[in-house]
C-alpha cells in the first residue's frame, strides 16, 4: 500500500487496527472525544485503520455531509487519511447508505459488505457480523429489502429532512425491537459462522455483537478463528494486528472489561 505522493507516510511495519460499533452521533458527545483521544494515542502507530460498521449511529445517504453533525468526525478521517493512513470503511446496519459521498469527504475507501484481505498468513473476512444473526427474521427481511439497489437509489434521491425524518423513525422501531429481544438479535448463528469459514478465510473480524471475544473453530482439518470487536462506551475493544498476529486491544489503556 503506497500513501499519497510526497506525503512521508507510516512506516510499512506499522500496525493496523480494527474498530466498529462507536455509534457515533450528536446524541452521545463523550463518544466522539473517546474516538478523538484514541486517534491521538495512536497518532504515528498504524497504517491502516478498518471501521468495521455501525460507526455512525445513523448514516443517511448523501445528506448526512450536509448536516452539521458528523462535521468532526469527517474532518478527523480527513486528517488521518492526509497524514497517510489508510481507512477503509465496511457497512454495519446502521451505516450501510455511505458511499462516495463519504469517500469525497473523507478520503475513506468504503469497501461496502464485506472485504478479504491477508494479514500476515492469514486470509481474513472483515465483515459487521449483522448477517450473521440469522434467527432474527425481521432483521434479515429489513436488511434485504433496504440493501436493494432500487430501494437504496430512491431513498438516496429523497430530500433531506424526509430522509432524516425516515432514518430517525427507522432508528427508533430497531431500538424498540433490539430491547424486546436483545438477545436472539444480537447472537451469531453457528451455521451462519461457518458457511463464512467455507469461503476459505481462516479468520474473521466482525463486531456487531458488541462484546470483545476470541473463538476458535474446527474447520475439519483446519482451524479457524472468530475474533468480534467491542462497542465503544467508556472505553473500547478493538483489534490490532502488527508483527504477525492479531492482538486484542484496550482504550484506554488498562481499563478494566466492561
Ligand atoms: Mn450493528
Known amino acids: 500500500m503506497i500513501p499519497g505522493s510526497g506525503a512521508p507516510g507510516p512506516q510499512p511495519e506499522s500496525a493496523t487496527l480494527f474498530i466498529s460499533d462507536l455509534h457515533l452521533s450528536a446524541r452521545y458527545p463523550a463518544r466522539n472525544d473517546l474516538f478523538f483521544r484514541f486517534l491521538d494515542a495512536r497518532a504515528g502507530s ?4 478498518w471501521i468495521l460498521g455501525d460507526f455512525f449511529d445513523f448514516w443517511i445517504g448523501p445528506a448526512h455531509v ?16 492526509d497524514s497517510g493512513v489508510g481507512v477503509r470503511f465496511i457497512w454495519g446496519n446502521r451505516d450501510f447508505q455511505a458511499g462516495r459521498e463519504l469517500s469525497r469527504y473523507t478520503g475513506v475507501e468504503v ?15 472483515l465483515i459487521h457480523g449483522d448477517s450473521f444473526c440469522t434467527k432474527d427474521t425481521g432483521h434479515q427481511v429489513f436488511r434485504a429489502v ?4 432500487v430501494v437504496k437509489a430512491l431513498y438516496r434521491a429523497l430530500p433531506d429532512a424526509v430522509s432524516l ?3 430517525r423513525r427507522i432508528r427508533a422501531r430497531s431500538e424498540a425491537g433490539v430491547a424486546r429481544k436483545a438477545q436472539e438479535t444480537m447472537t451469531f448463528a453457528e451455521a451462519a459462522i461457518r458457511d463464512a469459514f ?29 475474533y468480534t470487536l467491542g462497542a465503544w462506551e467508556e472505553s473500547a ?18 481499563t478494566p472489561g466492561h
Open 198 to 226: 467455507a469461503r476459505g478465510v481462516d479468520t474473521i473480524v466482525c463486531g456487531h455483537c458488541h462484546e470483545a471475544r476470541e473463538e476458535e473453530f474446527d474447520l475439519g482439518g483446519r482451524r479457524g478463528k472468530l
Open 66 to 81: 450536509r448536516q452539521g453533525e458528523h462535521r468532526e468526525v469527517l474532518l478527523r478521517l480527513r486528517e488521518l487519511v
Open 146 to 149: 433496504s440493501r436493494n439497489r
Open 165 to 167: 425524518g425516515l432514518a
Open 237 to 254: 475493544r478493538y483489534l490490532e494486528f502488527s508483527e504477525g498476529e492479531f492482538r486484542p486491544r484496550v482504550f484506554p489503556e488498562g
Open 111 to 125: 469497501r461496502g459488505e464485506s472485504a478479504e484481505e491477508a494479514f500476515g498468513g492469514h486470509r481474513t473476512l
Open 46 to 49: 498504524f497504517s491502516t485503520l
